[in-house]
């Protein structure tokens, strides 16, 4: 352990604001490099409207660093939160997704307008990228140090920032922040166990789902001697970023009475890994959290290699595979040590973050933009100050692009919040997250 004086953080004071999950365990992993580093680290929950973590998914959260303290707080409070900070608080993370980081970074600019000395601003992310990834790091460009996956990542926000005349010196390859400390793989048991890890909204398609189930099923049929689990992304009452399909976890619950091997577990996992011999997903993180260590992966290839799945980030990986294929043989590793070091896995990430935190901070900090807009990969001054009159702050998510599936949805969300409402879903599930 090194002593006090040696840590390069010491005295230092680091927060995190984070959302959901998945956020919240990548914020307070950067929490944890911190805070072993000599930093006093506080993460904040922002509960979000109908959306507030269980507590199974805040023990994960805490599970990463039992050391950091934990506050709660509800999102419309941000500003009264992040105004204390200014002068207080050396580093401040935004573990939100893109829409809440430009609201954040807005709201950030007009609480700190008045102060010399502000946090240093830091994002990264939770998982890998392989939808809309231009779009998700310029939602973050606003920030002093934009902690990215790959070479690759780096390359096309710089692009992206090159084309409109915007500095990409704030992004950093620090590799999957999930990745930095993953525990080496032991030998497995006599008995291996394989794991299905579900998504929240992959497939799209209920067939497709379905088809998936039936997979499984045939998959464990093939191999008595093995559990073949079933690792739901969340249960029924439980929020994630991304809205999600239940039913794949009830019809493997329901198969499980007939196929003996086969079952459904809600735990963590990096401690599923621990006991597995092989990890099949469409497209989860899991994946790059089971090749780090050493497990046999399987990229599901049945339903194509789309941008739509995601698993066509997975396509040069050497693991993807059709079910077929998986039943004759799981447990052999198939996938490209190569390709998991260009793709995230970076085994000095902690060090290449904290590096990064300690060269911005002592170089000073700009001043953050005034005038109620944004950075230039945001659009225009003139977009950007018409589109906040006009519509909004939301407006300039993501430049408005997606503002038309918000209509589309206003009809189902008026619904949605009736049934809440008059039926007393909202205040009921609300109530058993919280326990």
């Keep these: 352990m090194a002593a006090a004086a040696d840590k390069r953080l010491a005295g230092r004071t680091v927060a995190a604001v984070a959302c959901f999950d998945s956020f919240g365990k990548m914020a307070m992993t ?18 979000i409207n109908n959306r507030a973590l269980s507590r199974r998914q805040r023990l994960e959260i805490r599970r990463t660093d039992p050391r950091t303290r934990i506050e709660k707080h509800r999102w419309n ?16 993370v935004l573990g939100l997704d893109g829409r809440r980081s430009r609201d954040a970074l807005l709201m950030l ?22 939808r809309f990834a231009l779009e998700g790091m310029l939602d973050r460009s606003g920030v002093d140090l934009l902690c990215l996956n790959s070479n690759q990542d780096l390359e096309l ?49 209920p067939l497709q789902r379905h088809f998936l189930c039936q997979e499984l099923k045939h998959l464990a049929e093939a191999w008595p001697e093995h559990p073949v689990i079933f690792k739901p992304r969340t249960s029924s009452i439980e929020s994630t970023l991304h809205r999600r399909h239940g039913e794949m976890a009830g019809m493997i619950d329901r198969m499980s009475e007939t196929v ?3 079952e459904l577990s809600f735990k963590p996992a990096t401690r599923l890994l621990r006991h597995c011999g092989c990890a099949i997903t469409v497209s989860s993180t899991a994946a790059l959290e089971a090749m780090a260590m050493g497990v046999s992966t399987r990229i599901v290839g049945d339903l194509g290699v789309t941008e739509t799945l995601g ?17 004759s043989d799981p447990f052999s590793v198939t996938h490209d040590p190569l390709w998991l070091q260009q ?13 990064a935190l300690l060269e911005r901070l002592a170089h000073g900090l700009p001043a953050l933009p005034r005038g109620g807009t944004g950075p230039a990969s945001w659009g225009s001054r003139s977009w950007q100050r018409y589109a906040v009159s006009e519509g909004g702050r939301r407006m300039l998510s993501s430049g408005g692009a997606r503002s038309s599936q918000r209509k589309r949805h206003q009809t189902r969300n008026l619904l ?14 609300k109530l058993l997250r919280e326990r």
């Design 77 to 92: 409070e941000f500003r009264q939160l992040t105004r204390a900070m200014a002068g207080n608080v050396d580093v401040l």
């Design 260 to 262: 003996p091997n086969l």
């Design 30 to 47: 950067l929490l944890a490099a911190c805070r072993r580093q000599g930093a006093d680290t506080t993460l904040h929950l922002l509960e």
């Design 311 to 327: 698993n066509h980030f997975f396509a040069a990986s050497g693991a993807v595979a059709e079910f077929a294929s998986i039943r």
């Design 416 to 429: 949605r919040r009736l049934r809440d409402g008059l039926v007393g879903f909202g205040w009921l599930s």
């Design 157 to 205: 926000y710089q692009q992206g920032c090159r084309a409109l005349g915007q500095d990409s010196s704030n992004a950093v390859v620090t590799g999957l922040p999930i990745l930095w400390r993953v525990p080496q793989h032991q030998p497995p048991p006599d008995r291996p166990s394989i794991v299905f890890f579900e998504q929240p909204s992959i497939p799209v398609h």
């Design 343 to 355: 793709q995230g896995f970076q085994a000095d990430g902690a060090d290449r973050f904290v590096n």
């Design 109 to 130: 600019a007009a609480e700190w307008k008045e102060t010399s000395r502000r946090p240093l601003l830091v994002s990264a992310y939770p998982g890998i990228l392989f």
